[in-house]
């Protein structure tokens, strides 16, 4: 495997001149990351952003890992651990093939802060899913007028100092939620697993609701259970290609 120098990933996932990518995942044993400290021969989800720089999880890539590890028959089981620079996580493959992932606890934070996007600003619930999110509710009508092209800013600044996932969501009815979403190091997404976390225990706060919540994003439905503050996450992953990339 090559070395995972930025300028290496910013190369591969490049929408043009690379594969076209919202981020890279290296598959390796868990001995081989110099800050794990856990069990070493776990499979560990070394995953790095589209810009170069790492993240602590991804709830979608972890599923795709998952799925990676079943096909290769790198696993001999439905239920395992994966190792992520936030912490162990648990794998279990449902029926009709979604895989359900322990995605950890979602843990709101009592902090005051607003998004902005151009001239708008609306008020954003702090959540920390292993990673930085700021969930803001859109009325009707707003969630597809956004453009997502921009960047998001925040207030305070030092909200979040290493930058923060912004999702955008708009509440469809009891338990349904839409979703779009702006990820640091990438842009807008298709998706985001943590961000669907964060989403659905946002509104969980704000409402009380504590059944599934299913959450609709431009690629596709999840689905979010909640066992006190820990939410697993349901959907689907397929690998759609293989092949070899030459710089």
Known sequence: MHDMHPEFIKTMCDRRSGIGADGVIRVVRASSVREWTGEPS???????????TT??????GLRVFARHLINEQLVDTGSFDVATRAGLKHVDVARHGLIRTDVGAATLVDEAVTVGLGEREWP??????????????????????LDLTRQPG??????????????????????????RVHERGV?????????????????????????????????????????????????????????????
């Not at 993240?55 to 979608?60: D, Q, V």
């Not at 954003?124 to 007028?145: C, I, M, Q, R, W």
């Not at 305070?156 to 955008?168: H, L, R």
């Open 154 to 179: 925040w207030a305070p600044q030092d909200a979040y100092p290493n930058g923060v996932n912004v999702e955008f969501v708009h509440v469809d009815g009891p338990g349904k939620l839409s979703m």
């Open 42 to 52: 776990v499979w560990f989800m070394d995953y790095y952003n589209a810009d170069g």
């Open 187 to 247: 842009g807008e997404t298709k998706s985001c697993g943590t961000g669907v976390v964060a989403a659905a225990a946002a509104y969980r706060a704000r409402t009380g609701f504590d059944s599934t919540i299913e959450v609709t994003v431009p690629g596709g439905e999840l689905a979010v259970d909640f066992d006190g503050d820990d939410a697993c996450l349901t959907g689907p992953a397929v690998i759609i290609g293989r092949g070899e990339f030459w710089l």
């Open 55 to 60: 993240a602590e999880m991804c709830g979608n």
């Open 124 to 145: 954003a619930v702090k959540v920390d899913v292993g990673n930085p999110h700021a969930v803001v509710f859109v009325d009707d009508g707003e969630l597809a007028d």
